[in-house]
C-alpha cells in the first residue's frame, strides 16, 4: 500500500459558515457528583426563577498570560428563590465557567454571598478553588493578600446587580477584587491566586426565556439545507405554529425556535435561544450579499432589519425556504458571533439508499520546496446523491487517493488524535477527538489537507454514503496537480477571487504574509506582501 505522511486539519463551515471568534473564558469540565457532594460544590441548578444577565466591568485571568479584559457581554444566570431569600449566582466569576453555583443571602435590597464556598474541585490533583476577596496593593500581581472571611455584597437596583466594593487598574495592576484562590495543595498553602478576579461589576437583566414545545406534538424529520450542506433536524406544526429542533449543530442543538405561518410565509421573530458558552444566544436573520471590492476580493456580507427571517412556504410540499441567512447569533442586536446558514432551505426528510454526487478537490496549493515543506488541499463533498436528494452528513465519508485506486491509511501512531488507523474519514467530527478534526475549523464547505510529501501527480476524492440499509459510493475524482486540472467533474462557473493564509483561512486582500489566491478562473497563485 502506497503511503504517504498527511496531516489533516478540518477546516469548518461545512454546512454553516461560522462567524465566531472564542468567548474569552476558560470552560472547565463538569465535575462528578461524588467530588461535588465531598467538598459542598453546588453543581445543580437550585430550585426558583432563573433569570439571566448581561455582565460589564473588568476581570482577570491568565490563560498564557496574565490578562486584564472587559467582560465584554459575558452571560450570568441567578436564581432567586421562592420565599425571596436567597439567590444562587452560577460561574460569578466571569471568566472562570465552572459550571458551579454559589448562594447568597438576600437582606433588603443587598445580596450578600458569603466568601471562602468552593467553586470547584480538582478531582486528579486533591485541591479546590474558593471565592475570596483578592487584593494586589502593590501593583506585583506575584504578592497577592487573600481573604475568605466576611460577604461579596451585590446591591439589586431594579431589575440589575451591581457588585460593591471592588476596584482595578489595568495600567497599575492594583486590585481589591472578587476573585479564586486555590486551596492547600502539596506544600502550596491555601489561598494561591488562581488570577480570576471580577471588578467594577453589574449585571443587566435580559427578559428572556427560551422556547417551550407543547406537549403531545408530532415531530416529523426535515433537512436543512445550507448551500450544498446541511443537516437533519426536528420540525413539528401547531396550528398555525412552526417549530424547529437543531438548527444549531455545534452548540444549542436541543434550542426550539418558533415561527408562525401567514398564509404562503413562514415568519420567525427575533427569538431568544438559549445560553451557551457564557453567551447568550438568538435565533435570528438577516439579509446576505455577496460583495467585491476593487482589489477582486469578495465576501459575504450581512445586513441586520429587525431580525427576523421570512420563509416562502409550499402547502403542498410543506416545505419552506429563505433568500436571506438564518444566524444562530450572540446578539439580539446585529449580526455578531455565531453559525450563518445562507439561503436555508428546509423539506421533509426520509432516509433512503443514494449514490452520492461525485466530491472534488477544489484546489491544491504547492508549497512543499518554496515555503514551508507542506501542500495544501482543499476537497468538497456534497450532501447530496446523483439525483439532488439530500444525504444525512452522520451517514457520509470520505477516502483519499493518491495517483492510484487504493485508499490512503491514516496511522494511529502518526496522528495520535485519531482512536485508531482509518482509511475512510467521517464527513463529521467529534470534537473531543481533536480541535483539528472540529467541524468549528472547516471554511466553506471544504476541508484543508496538509501534506507533508511531494512527488505525486494526481490527488483523488470519494465519497460513501450508508443510508437506506444500503452502502453507495461515488466516483474517485483526480486533481492533475500538474495541469491543475480535475478529471470526470464538468467545468463549473467562474468562481469568485478568493484569498487564504497557510493555513486555509479566508483571508482579506490586504493581508500581510504568504497569501494563497484562487482566481476567478481556478487558477491557485502565492503572493507575499509586506
Same mark, same amino acid.
Given at each position: 500500500?502506497?503511503?504517504?505522511?498527511?496531516?489533516?486539519?478540518?477546516?469548518?463551515?461545512?454546512?454553516?459558515?461560522?462567524?465566531?471568534?472564542?468567548?474569552?473564558?476558560?470552560?472547565?469540565?463538569?465535575?462528578?457528583?461524588?467530588?461535588?457532594?465531598?467538598?459542598?460544590?453546588?453543581?445543580?441548578?437550585?430550585?426558583?426563577?432563573?433569570?439571566?444577565?448581561?455582565?460589564?466591568?473588568?476581570?482577570?485571568?491568565?490563560?498564557?498570560?496574565?490578562? &486584564?479584559?472587559e467582560q465584554d457581554g459575558i452571560a450570568a444566570? @441567578?436564581?432567586?428563590?421562592? +420565599?425571596?431569600?436567597?439567590?444562587?449566582?452560577?460561574?460569578?466569576?466571569?471568566?472562570?465557567?465552572?459550571?458551579?453555583?454559589? #448562594?447568597?443571602?438576600?437582606?433588603?435590597?443587598?445580596?450578600?454571598?458569603?466568601?471562602?464556598?468552593?467553586?470547584?474541585?480538582?478531582?486528579?490533583?486533591?485541591?479546590?478553588?474558593?471565592?475570596?476577596?483578592?487584593?494586589?496593593? &502593590?501593583g506585583n500581581i506575584q504578592n497577592s493578600k487573600?481573604?475568605?472571611?466576611?460577604?461579596?455584597?451585590?446591591?439589586?437596583?431594579?431589575?440589575?446587580? @451591581?457588585?460593591?466594593?471592588?476596584?482595578?487598574?489595568?495600567?497599575?495592576?492594583?486590585?481589591?477584587?472578587?476573585?479564586?484562590?486555590?486551596?492547600?495543595?502539596?506544600?502550596?498553602?491555601?489561598?494561591?491566586?488562581?488570577?480570576?478576579?471580577?471588578?467594577?461589576?453589574?449585571?443587566?437583566?435580559?427578559?428572556?426565556?427560551?422556547?417551550?414545545?407543547?406537549?403531545?406534538?408530532?415531530?416529523?424529520?426535515?433537512?436543512?439545507?445550507?448551500?450544498?450542506?446541511?443537516?437533519?433536524?426536528?420540525?413539528?406544526?401547531?396550528?398555525?405554529?412552526?417549530?424547529?429542533?437543531?438548527?444549531?449543530?455545534?452548540?444549542?442543538?436541543?434550542?426550539?425556535?418558533?415561527?408562525?405561518?401567514?398564509?404562503?410565509?413562514?415568519?420567525?421573530?427575533?427569538?431568544?435561544?438559549?445560553?451557551?458558552?457564557?453567551?447568550?444566544?438568538?435565533?435570528?436573520?438577516?439579509?446576505?450579499?455577496?460583495?467585491?471590492? #476593487?482589489?477582486?476580493?469578495?465576501?459575504?456580507?450581512?445586513?441586520?432589519?429587525?431580525?427576523?427571517?421570512?420563509? &416562502?412556504?409550499?402547502?403542498?410540499?410543506?416545505?419552506?425556504?429563505?433568500?436571506?441567512?438564518?444566524?444562530?447569533?450572540?446578539?439580539?442586536?446585529?449580526?455578531?458571533?455565531?453559525?450563518?446558514?445562507?439561503?436555508?432551505?428546509?423539506?421533509?426528510?426520509?432516509?433512503?439508499?443514494?449514490?452520492?454526487?461525485?466530491?472534488?478537490?477544489?484546489?491544491?496549493?504547492?508549497?512543499?520546496?518554496?515555503?514551508?515543506?507542506?501542500?495544501?488541499?482543499?476537497?468538497?463533498?456534497?450532501?447530496?446523491?446523483?439525483?439532488?436528494?439530500?444525504?444525512?452528513?452522520?451517514?457520509?465519508?470520505?477516502?483519499?487517493?493518491? +495517483?492510484?485506486?487504493?485508499?490512503?491509511?491514516?496511522?494511529? +501512531?502518526?496522528?495520535?488524535?485519531? =482512536?485508531?488507523?482509518?482509511?475512510?474519514?467521517?464527513?463529521?467530527?467529534?470534537?473531543?477527538?481533536?480541535?483539528?478534526?472540529?467541524?468549528?475549523?472547516?471554511?466553506?464547505?471544504?476541508?484543508?489537507?496538509?501534506?507533508?510529501?511531494?512527488?505525486?501527480?494526481?490527488?483523488?476524492?470519494?465519497?460513501?454514503?450508508?443510508?437506506?440499509?444500503?452502502?453507495?459510493?461515488?466516483?474517485?475524482?483526480?486533481?492533475?496537480?500538474?495541469?491543475?486540472?480535475?478529471?470526470?467533474?464538468?467545468?463549473?462557473? +467562474?468562481? =469568485?477571487?478568493?484569498?487564504? &493564509?497557510?493555513?486555509?483561512?479566508?483571508?482579506?486582500?490586504?493581508?500581510?504574509?504568504?497569501?494563497?489566491?484562487?482566481?476567478?478562473?481556478?487558477?491557485?497563485?502565492?503572493?507575499?506582501?509586506?
Amino acid at each position: 500500500m502506497k503511503y504517504y505522511s498527511l496531516l489533516i486539519s478540518a477546516l469548518l463551515c461545512a454546512a454553516v459558515t461560522f462567524a465566531q471568534r472564542e468567548a474569552p473564558v476558560r470552560n472547565f469540565p463538569a465535575l462528578a457528583p461524588a467530588a461535588a457532594n465531598t467538598h459542598g460544590v453546588i453543581t445543580e441548578q437550585p430550585e426558583g426563577e432563573l433569570r439571566y444577565y448581561i455582565r460589564s466591568g473588568r476581570s482577570t485571568w491568565a490563560p498564557v498570560y496574565f490578562q &486584564d479584559v472587559e467582560q465584554d457581554g459575558i452571560a450570568a444566570q @441567578v436564581v432567586f428563590s421562592a +420565599d425571596g431569600t436567597k439567590a444562587y449566582f452560577k460561574d460569578i466569576i466571569s471568566h472562570a465557567a465552572t459550571g458551579t453555583w454559589v #448562594e447568597g443571602n438576600i437582606v433588603g435590597d443587598k445580596i450578600n454571598v458569603p466568601l471562602g464556598q468552593m467553586v470547584y474541585w480538582f478531582d486528579q490533583y486533591n485541591y479546590g478553588m474558593k471565592l475570596a476577596r483578592v487584593q494586589v496593593p &502593590d501593583g506585583n500581581i506575584q504578592n497577592s493578600k487573600y481573604s475568605v472571611r466576611g460577604s461579596a455584597t451585590f446591591t439589586i437596583q431594579g431589575n440589575n446587580l @451591581v457588585l460593591e466594593g471592588t476596584s482595578g487598574d489595568n495600567t497599575t495592576n492594583v486590585y481589591d477584587a472578587l476573585g479564586l484562590v486555590f486551596t492547600a495543595y502539596d506544600d502550596q498553602p491555601e489561598g494561591e491566586w488562581s488570577y480570576y478576579i471580577d471588578y467594577n461589576t453589574v449585571y443587566t437583566y435580559k427578559n428572556v426565556q427560551p422556547v417551550v414545545v407543547p406537549d403531545n406534538l408530532e415531530i416529523e424529520q426535515y433537512s436543512l439545507e445550507n448551500e450544498n450542506t446541511g443537516h437533519v433536524v426536528n420540525v413539528a406544526f401547531d396550528g398555525s405554529d412552526v417549530y424547529i429542533q437543531g438548527v444549531s449543530e455545534s452548540s444549542i442543538p436541543q434550542a426550539w425556535m418558533k415561527g408562525t405561518i401567514q398564509g404562503r410565509k413562514i415568519v420567525f421573530p427575533l427569538q431568544f435561544a438559549q445560553p451557551y458558552a457564557s453567551y447568550l444566544l438568538y435565533f435570528c436573520g438577516a439579509d446576505a450579499k455577496y460583495e467585491v471590492d #476593487e482589489t477582486g476580493y469578495g465576501e459575504w456580507l450581512y445586513y441586520w432589519s429587525d431580525g427576523s427571517i421570512t420563509f &416562502d412556504y409550499d402547502q403542498k410540499t410543506r416545505s419552506f425556504s429563505s433568500k436571506q441567512a438564518l444566524c444562530v447569533n450572540n446578539s439580539d442586536t446585529g449580526i455578531d458571533r455565531g453559525e450563518i446558514f445562507r439561503s436555508p432551505i428546509f423539506r421533509p426528510y426520509k432516509e433512503k439508499p443514494g449514490t452520492p454526487a461525485d466530491p472534488k478537490v477544489s484546489a491544491f496549493i504547492d508549497y512543499y520546496f518554496s515555503v514551508a515543506g507542506f501542500n495544501i488541499v482543499m476537497l468538497d463533498v456534497p450532501l447530496k446523491d446523483t439525483e439532488g436528494n439530500f444525504l444525512d452528513p452522520t451517514k457520509v465519508s470520505w477516502r483519499l487517493f493518491v +495517483d492510484d485506486d487504493e485508499p490512503y491509511t491514516l496511522y494511529r +501512531d502518526e496522528y495520535k488524535y485519531l =482512536p485508531e488507523d482509518i482509511d475512510e474519514v467521517p464527513y463529521l467530527f467529534d470534537e473531543e477527538q481533536n480541535v483539528y478534526f472540529s467541524r468549528s475549523y472547516i471554511y466553506e464547505k471544504a476541508y484543508a489537507l496538509y501534506i507533508y510529501q511531494s512527488g505525486f501527480d494526481r490527488i483523488g476524492v470519494q465519497s460513501i454514503y450508508r443510508g437506506g440499509g444500503e452502502e453507495h459510493a461515488s466516483k474517485i475524482v483526480y486533481y492533475n496537480i500538474n495541469t491543475t486540472g480535475i478529471e470526470d467533474v464538468e467545468a463549473g462557473a +467562474d468562481k =469568485p477571487v478568493r484569498h487564504f &493564509d497557510l493555513m486555509g483561512r479566508p483571508v482579506n486582500a490586504g493581508h500581510k504574509g504568504l497569501t494563497i489566491t484562487r482566481t476567478a478562473d481556478g487558477r491557485v497563485v502565492k503572493r507575499l506582501q509586506r
